[in-house]
Every structure is written in C-alpha cells, then in structure tokens.
Nanobody, 121 residues
C-alpha cells in the first residue's frame, strides 16, 4: 500500500506563490506517473500537472507558465511550485500516483488526502 501525504496548502493573496509537497511512502523513482489534481465544490477533479518516471511533464493550459511540477527522488517527494496565483486556482489539491507492475501486469492508483489552497484578497 502506497501512502501519499500532501502539505503546503493555505491562504494566499492573488499574485502570490505557494509550494505544495507530496511525501510518498515508497521510492518515487519506481512510480510510473505522479500528478497533482485539484477539485472545487461541485466540480470534477481535474489534472493540473503530471510527471512521468522518466521526467516528462504535462500541464493544464490554465496553469502553464505559472506552475512547475518537480520531484526529489532522494526525499521521495513530489512538489508543485505555484506562482502568480489567481482566485480560480482555489481548490483542494490532491497528489496522485499510478503504478504499473509489469511482472503481474497489475495497475494501481493512489491518492493523498488533499490540501486546501485558497487564493483570496
């Protein structure tokens, strides 16, 4: 069982910055894909940024140029640096991990508990 623990959320003014962290209970270098999702009340969870095991990244159009996903394999931690924050970035941010075990051909999805980000004057 993989555990993901997010931290770093909070209240920030528009134009401000926050860095979210996601600490994993396993070696993240073995995780096929890790990502950050966000969800607002009444809306579906949406992908914000993702990173593959080989380091490839992808971002939602709404955050391109403002958010940066990164990781520290030595710390087994995924990060999301968020700059130039806007009120519409408000939501609960979730860390996600997808693991494909090729020996057994099984796939598993894991989610953290979420961390609240509020962008407001």
């Amino acid at each position: 069982q993989v555990q993901l623990v997010e931290s770093g959320g909070g209240l920030v003014q528009p134009g401000g910055s926050l860095t979210l962290s996601c600490a994993a209970s396993i070696n993240i270098a073995t995780i096929n894909t890790m990502a950050w999702y966000r969800q607002t009340p009444g809306s579906q969870r949406e992908s914000v940024a993702r990173m593959t095991r080989l380091g490839g990244t992808d971002y939602a159009d709404s955050v391109k140029g403002r958010f940066t996903i990164s990781r520290d394999n030595a710390k087994n931690t995924l990060y999301l640096q968020m700059n130039s924050l806007r009120p519409e970035d408000t939501g609960v941010y979730y860390c996600y991990a997808f693991i494909l075990t090729t020996m057994t051909m099984t796939a598993a999805n894991y989610w953290g508990q979420g961390t609240q980000v509020t962008v407001s004057p």
